[in-house]
């Protein structure tokens, strides 16, 4: 998902209902996506942050995110007929990762995590920057009974993320024992909510959606609970991110980069009779892609960063599209699309230009870490 890399010039940025809350933290704010986010908070910055998410427990403001609700008379039925996943292998209850494309090149629009409540009623979570493009695109295709709502700001998500996150939840008398990547009603303090077990750091965790109004109780109260959790900001989760593997729009997945050269084909419903890009997707799986992305290690000093050049030998042969110093392992780790022509195997030494030295690099298949609980 789209909510981490931070964007030079933004105007007019609008706060999550918990930004007093991070300024009391000492947080210190980025824009990106048009939204006024914390990128660390003092008292330890990213590697303690990362480091709390990894053995215990932390708690991400991703309020920004975008929340579109699809009502009426065959709503799932539409989604699905747009969105690039298959609606149809999951049951009301269950969230699932799904794909915007672009109807006519197949590029990625954004992706979106999809809750099916019933026939009638799928609720979207797209990325923030992107959460009028989407809104745009499906009223365009919508069928008269069917309505697509834009709540963006009438709700907050905040996610609950680490092997010790479920023991935080337990704690606020909140559901935690529903399976990955599905979602459940809950009551906390009279506040009405829904955990979903769902996240993008590649621990055990939940993400609570709750109205706007009420975001400051919900937070209030998980810093209230045992165990603490820490307050965790944009920069963390891309460390975290990054050292799971998970494609970032606007970076690993765009309008140029598609779900096929992203090898994120595992979330398209190949055999679904329609969905936007169908067509340019199946030809360029069938022709086989000129590029794909691929995962790099950095043997020696240095952090990859996108944009850089990637090499074998004297030849260019990739580019960066993510690229960080991962607080687990030590060393710089990085995303990149990498020309297909020379079939280069896991394990192959590469250079990365790194401000104008060859830093070696090795091809590996993310992820770059295993969590300690899932």
Not at 23 to 41: D, H, I, N, R, S
Not at 219 to 241: K, N, S, V
Not at 258 to 267: E, F, I, K, L, Y
Not at 338 to 357: C, F, K, N, V
Request: include cysteine.
């Amino acid at each position: 998902m789209t909510d981490v890399s931070i964007d030079a010039a933004e105007t007019r940025l609008r706060r999550t209902p918990l930004a007093e809350r991070h300024t009391a933290l000492g947080a210190k704010f980025a824009p990106f996506g048009g939204w006024e986010m914390p990128l660390e908070y003092a008292g330890g910055g990213v590697l303690r942050e990362h480091t709390a998410v990894r053995t215990d427990v932390g708690v991400f403001d991703v309020s920004h995110l975008g929340k579109v609700r699809v009502t009426g008379p065959g709503a799932a039925e539409f989604v699905n007929a747009c969105l690039s996943n298959d609606l149809g292998r999951i049951e009301p209850g269950r969230a699932q990762y799904t794909l915007c494309c672009d109807e006519a090149t197949g590029g990625v629009v954004d992706d979106i995590i999809a809750y099916l409540y019933a026939d009638d009623h799928v609720f979207l979570i797209p990325n923030a920057a992107n959460t009028a493009e989407v809104v745009r695109r499906l009223r365009a295709a919508a069928p008269p009974q069917v309505t697509v709502t834009d709540e963006h700001e009438a709700y907050a998500v905040l996610a609950v993320q680490g092997p010790r996150s479920a023991d935080l939840l337990d704690a606020l008398g909140l559901p935690t024992g529903h399976e990955y990547m599905s979602f459940s009603p809950a009551t906390l303090d009279d506040v009405e909510l829904t955990v979903c077990r769902t996240g993008y750091t590649g621990e055990r965790g939940y993400e609570l959606v709750v109205g706007a109004a009420d975001a400051v109780t919900v937070w209030d109260a998980l810093f209230a609970a045992e165990p603490t959790p820490q307050a965790c900001g944009l920069a963390a989760r891309d460390t975290l991110r990054t050292e799971m593997g998970y494609p970032l729009h606007g970076q690993d997945l765009s309008l140029e980069i598609s779900p096929v050269q992203a090898r994120t084909g595992w979330a398209v419903g190949w055999d679904k009779p329609a969905f936007w890009g169908r067509d340019a997707l199946l030809a360029e799986k069938a022709a086989g892609p000129t590029r794909t992305l691929r995962g790099l290690t950095i043997a020696g000093r240095g952090i990859p960063r996108p944009g850089m050049a990637v090499f074998h030998g004297d030849t260019q042969v990739g580019t960066v599209t993510s690229g960080t110093f991962s607080p687990t392992n030590k060393q710089g780790i990085a995303l990149a699309l990498i020309d297909t022509a020379p079939a280069l195997p896991d394990g192959t030494e590469l250079q990365i230009d790194i401000r104008g030295r060859h830093t070696p690099a090795h091809l590996t298949r993310p992820p770059f870490t295993h969590p300690s609980v899932k």
